[in-house]
């Protein structure tokens, strides 16, 4: 078994099954963010960190059973192993995601709860809302750089046991 060391947060996709994935630089504050009390029509994560942090979030019930659609594969198993039944996955990429819900999701339909990280590689919000959506995003994780990579990923390197 190959170990890949990870700074970047995400394991590589071809490479879960193949190796042992390593975090080396950084760590996920989950918030406690505020949900809004109206209802939606669907919930959207572009990854792991927001669906623990819904899954753990004290009025989890509120959405449990509503359609999440998720940026990719991984995503969404994590979301239906947290209990989220309705889970979909676009397909892999932050277009794909934003494609789906413009396919599948009505803008008159009620609004979209996009639970995001404090920072985003994209606007999601943005473009959904170009398209008449109402979308609120709520921040529930924060991306930190670790002082010092992991023991393990700096033992990995140390040894050269290292591919990626």
């Known amino acids: 078994m190959k170990t890949v ?3 970047l947060g995400k394991a590589p996709r071809d490479s879960l099954d193949a190796h042992e ?3 080396a630089g950084t760590r996920h504050g989950l918030q406690a963010a505020e949900l809004p009390q109206r209802p939606f029509q669907a919930v959207l994560v572009t ?3 927001a669906v623990r942090a819904l899954s753990a979030h004290r009025r989890r019930e509120a959405l449990i059973d509503v359609p999440l659609l998720a940026v990719g594969d991984h995503t969404a198993h994590e ?3 947290a209990g989220f039944a309705k889970a979909r996955s676009a397909g892999g990429a932050f277009e794909d995601l934003a494609a789906l819900a413009a396919a599948e999701l009505d803008p008159g339909a009620g ?3 996009y ?3 404090e920072v985003r590689s994209g606007d999601l919000a943005g473009r959904l809302a170009g398209l008449g ?3 609120e995003t709520i921040v529930t994780y924060r991306a930190e750089a670790r002082p010092r990579l992991a023991h393990a990923a700096a033992e990995a390197l140390r040894r050269n046991q290292v591919d990626g």
């Open 47 to 49: 990854s792991g960190n």
């Open 5 to 7: 060391v990870n700074a």
């Open 79 to 81: 979301a239906e192993q």
């Open 133 to 135: 959506f109402d979308v």
């Open 21 to 23: 994935i390593l975090d």
């Open 115 to 117: 639970a995001a990280g």
């Open 111 to 113: 609004p979209l709860l």
